[in-house]
C-alpha cells in the first residue's frame, strides 16, 4: 500500500496570525482548546457523527455541530496549509462525491463512508498532533467556507 | 558447593574446565545446564547473595551521552545479577530481526532465528513459563477476541515470568548441591594471563574487595557480566603493547545500544469503560500465569517504511476519585497495616460508586483481568529498536575504581532512524485505533517535527546490548556465532553484548536461550579437551 504523506498543521505557526474568522484570535492555549473542543465535535468513528441532529435538514451545516467555532478554526487551518481546496463545492464532490447531502444522516453516512477509506488508505491530517481523516478535516474546512451554493 | 573467596585465603590455583565470570541470567544458566556434565565448573560472582552497597559502587562509572540511568540503577552487581529486579517479560526475537536488513547499517546474526529455536524452547524452564502453546491458544484461553489489525500491526503477546522470578533464588539451591560446579562469591575478575600470542587465556586472577587474591586456571573461560560490564572486562585486559583481548579491529565497547522507551502517543477515547481496556492490558489465567497483550509493528510494515523494530503498549490513566481507586488504596492500607486518617471518607466514596466495583471485582474473578479504574485516558508506549551504531559506545574512563581499575564510560547515541520508526508507529497505531473505533489519538508532537528537530524523547529500559556484537567476520564483530572471542581460542562471552541487534523484545529470554546453546558447545569441545581439574 502507497502511503500518501501524513499533513502536519502544527499550531505555533498560526500564533501570529488571527483567526477571528474563525471565531478565534490565535493564541496557541486558546488554538489548543479549540482543536480540543473540535476533536470532540468530531467524534470517535462508531459513534455518532451528529449526536444533536441527526434528522435535521443539513443546511446550514455549521448548524450540525454542538459548537461550530472550534470545527471551523479546524477548517481554516486546513485550508491555510491546502489552499488549493478552498472550493465549497469541490470539496462537497470530493466528500460527497456530488452536492451536499440535504440531511444530516446523508451527511454522516458519507463521512463514515470516506473516513473508512482514509483510514485504510492512510490518507491523514495531524492537527496539533490530533490524527484526523483527511475528509474530517476537509469537513471542517467545508464549515469554515461556509454553505456551499447548490 | 558455593563458597565465599572473602573466607578461603590464600591457597593453590583454582583449576576447573570451565571458569563462568558472572552469576547472573548467561552466568547461572550456563552453569545450571553443564550440572552433572562431568565437567568441573568454576562459576565466580562479584557479590553476595545480598545487595551490598561497596560492591555496587564497582559499577559506578559516567554517562556522557544521553542520559544512561541505567549504568548505576538498571544493573544489580550480587548472586541473580540484573534478574534480581526483573520484570519478567519473555519473548522471543522475530525471524526479521535475525536478517541482514539492508536498510539499518550493520544488521544482521550470522544465526538464523530458526537456529535458537530449540534453545528457546528449552529456556521456557529456566524462565519458569510453562509448556509453549500457541497465542491463539492462550487468548481463548484468556477469553481475549483481538481485532482485525491492518498489515501493518499485529497482536503481541507476551509471557512473563512468574513474580520475583530471580535467577539467583530459584537457582541457588539446585547450585549448592551440585558436586561438580563450585560458586565463589565476592569474586572480582581483576586479570587475564594470556600465552604470549594473546590467543588464549591461560588463567585470570579473581579477589575480594577485603582479602586475598586468588588464580583461576581453567580450560575455557566465559564472561558473563552483562552489556557493559563485558566491554569493560575486555578493555580492561589491554596491556602496553598488546590491544584489549578481541579487540584487534577496535569493535569492543562499540554499537552499545538500549530499548528507546516512551510515551508515542494518547489517546483519548468515546466512554469510561471501554472496550480496548479490554483487549490491550495483563491477564492472568487458570494456572496464575501472567500475560500481557500490545501492539507490534509487522515485518511487512518494517520492510516497506524502512523502519527498525517496535512494540507498544496501552498505558491506562484511571480516575482517582473512582470507587474502584478507593477500593485499591483501601486494600494498600490495609495489606501495609495503616488505618489512613481520612478512611471514613475514602469507605464512603467507595459505597457511592459499588456498582463499579462489584463490576470491577466480578470481572477479576470470572476473567482474571487486572482491574482498572474508569478511564481517564490512555497512553501509546512504545518500546523501539536501537539501530547499529558504532559512535555509541563504552570505553574506560580515567576514574578507577577499588581495585585500581579504569571505570566505564558510557556514550548511548540515538539516530533518525529510531524518531522516524516511532512517528511511523504511533500514526499506525492511531490511524488503526480510529478505524476500529477504539479513540482517537493525538501523536507526540515532537515526533512531527520536520526534520526531527524534537529530537528524540525517549528514555532507556535498562536493555543493555551490542558491545561485544556477533559477526562471522572478525572485521564486524567482536565474537562468532559460537559466541567465542575472535582469534582468542578459549574465551567466550554470554550475555546480551552478543546481540548484533535487538529487535523490541525484551532481552533476557534470548541471553537464556543464547547461554543454552553455547552450553551445548562447550559440552561438545571439552569433550574433547583434557581436564585441568583431574
Known amino acids: ?150 | 558447593m558455593i563458597e565465599d573467596l572473602r573466607h578461603l585465603g590464600e591457597g593453590p590455583t583454582i583449576e576447573a574446565d570451565l571458569c563462568l565470570i558472572g552469576a547472573g541470567a548467561a552466568g547461572i544458566t550456563l552453569a545450571r545446564e553443564l550440572i552433572g556434565s562431568g565437567l568441573s565448573v568454576c562459576l565466580v560472582e562479584s557479590g553476595g547473595f545480598e545487595f551490598e552497597p561497596d560492591v555496587q559502587a564497582l559499577y559506578d562509572g559516567e554517562s556522557i551521552g544521553l542520559p544512561e540511568h541505567g549504568l548505576e540503577i538498571g544493573r544489580l552487581r550480587f548472586f541473580g545479577g540484573t534478574t534480581n529486579h526483573w520484570g519478567g517479560r519473555c519473548t522471543p526475537l522475530s525471524d526479521l530481526d535475525f536478517a541482514v536488513r539492508p536498510w539499518i547499517p550493520h544488521s544482521g546474526w550470522p544465526m538464523r532465528r530458526s537456529d535458537l529455536d530449540p534453545y528457546y524452547r528449552r529456556a521456557r524452564q529456566l524462565c519458569g513459563l510453562g509448556e509453549p502453546r500457541p497465542a491463539s491458544t492462550v487468548l481463548s484461553a484468556l477469553g481475549v477476541s483481538p481485532p482485525p489489525l491492518g498489515s501493518e500491526l499485529r497482536v503481541k503477546l507476551w509471557e512473563h515470568a512468574p513474580e520475583n522470578w530471580s535467577f539467583g533464588r530459584v537457582w541457588r539451591q539446585a547450585l549448592a548441591q551440585a558436586t561438580n560446579v563450585r560458586v565463589l562469591l565476592h569474586a572480582n575478575l581483576t586479570r587475564f594471563s594470556t600465552n604470549e600470542d594473546r590467543n588464549h587465556v591461560s588463567s585470570i586472577a579473581v579477589r575480594p574487595l577485603q582479602g586475598a587474591p586468588r588464580e583461576i586456571r581453567a580450560s575455557c573461560y566465559v564472561i558473563c557480566c552483562g552489556a557493559i560490564e563485558n566491554a569493560r572486562m575486555l578493555l580492561l585486559s589491554a596491556e602496553a603493547r598488546a590491544p584489549a583481548l578481541g579487540n584487534q579491529h577496535g569493535l569492543v565497547g562499540r554499537f552499545f545500544m538500549d530499548h528507546f522507551r516512551g510515551r508515542i502517543a494518547s489517546l483519548v477515547t468515546a466512554d469510561a469503560q471501554p472496550e480496548i481496556e479490554a483487549i490491550f492490558n495483563y491477564f492472568t489465567d487458570a494456572d496464575r500465569r501472567l500475560y500481557q497483550i500490545g501492539i507490534e509493528l509487522a515485518p511487512e510494515m518494517q520492510s516497506a517504511e524502512r523502519t527498525l523494530n517496535g512494540c507498544a503498549v496501552l498505558d491506562y490513566e484511571g480516575d482517582p476519585n473512582s470507587g474502584v481507586a478507593e477500593a485499591q488504596a483501601i486494600w494498600r492500607d490495609l495489606q501495609q497495616g495503616k488505618w489512613a486518617p481520612d478512611m471514613g471518607e475514602k469507605v464512603w466514596r467507595l459505597l457511592r460508586d459499588l456498582d463499579g466495583v462489584v463490576a470491577m471485582v466480578r470481572r477479576r474473578l470470572s476473567t482474571g483481568r487486572h482491574p482498572v479504574m474508569p478511564l481517564k485516558a490512555g497512553m501509546i508506549v512504545a518500546d523501539i529498536e536501537q539501530a547499529p551504531n558504532p559512535d555509541s559506545r563504552i570505553s574506560l574512563s580515567d576514574e578507577r575504581d577499588a581495585f585500581g581499575q579504569r571505570r566505564v564510560c558510557v556514550d548511548w547515541r540515538a539516530s533518525e532512524l529510531e524518531r522516524r520508526t516511532a512517528d511511523r508507529f504511533a500514526v499506525s497505531i492511531g490511524t488503526e485505533l480510529l478505524r476500529l473505533g477504539f479513540g482517537r489519538c493525538r501523536i507526540e508532537p515532537w515526533l512531527a517535527e520536520p526534520r526531527g528537530e524534537g529530537g528524540l524523547q525517549l528514555g532507556e529500559t535498562y536493555h543493555h546490548a551490542g558491545t561485544t556484537r556477533m559477526a562471522a567476520d572478525p572485521h564486524d564483530g567482536v565474537v562468532d556465532a559460537s559466541c567465542q572471542v575472535h582469534g582468542v581460542e578459549n574465551l567466550y562471552m554470554a550475555g546480551g553484548s552478543v546481540f548484533p541487534t535487538c529487535g523490541h523484545a525484551n532481552p533476557t529470554f534470548t541471553i537464556v536461550a543464547l547461554a543454552l546453546k553455547l552450553a551445548d558447545h562447550l559440552k561438545r569441545k571439552l569433550a574433547r579437551t583434557p581436564s585441568l581439574a583431574e
Do not use: H
Not at chain 1, 500518501?4 to 492555549?29: H, K, M, T
Not at chain 1, 492512510?122 to 490530533?130: E, K, R
Open chain 1, 1 to 150: 500500500m502507497d502511503r500518501a504523506p501524513v499533513v502536519n498543521i502544527a499550531l505555533d505557526r498560526s500564533r501570529e496570525s488571527s483567526l477571528r474568522g474563525a471565531g478565534f484570535s490565535a493564541g496557541p492555549l486558546v488554538a489548543r482548546r479549540a482543536v480540543m473542543q473540535a476533536i470532540a465535535c468530531l467524534g470517535i468513528p462508531g459513534a455518532r457523527l451528529f449526536p444533536i441532529g441527526e434528522g435535521k435538514p443539513a443546511v446550514p451545516i455549521s448548524e450540525l455541530f454542538a459548537d461550530a467555532a472550534p470545527v471551523r478554526f479546524i477548517g481554516t487551518l486546513y485550508l491555510r496549509q491546502q489552499p488549493d481546496e478552498a472550493d465549497g463545492r469541490r470539496l462537497c464532490r470530493a466528500l460527497f462525491g456530488g452536492p451536499l447531502p440535504r440531511t444530516a444522516a446523508g451527511i454522516a453516512r458519507s463521512i463514515a463512508l470516506r473516513r473508512a477509506r482514509d483510514l485504510k488508505t492512510a490518507n491523514l491530517v495531524t492537527v496539533d498532533g490530533w490524527l484526523l481523516a483527511r475528509c474530517e478535516a476537509q469537513l471542517c474546512a467545508l464549515v469554515a467556507l461556509g454553505d456551499p451554493s447548490p
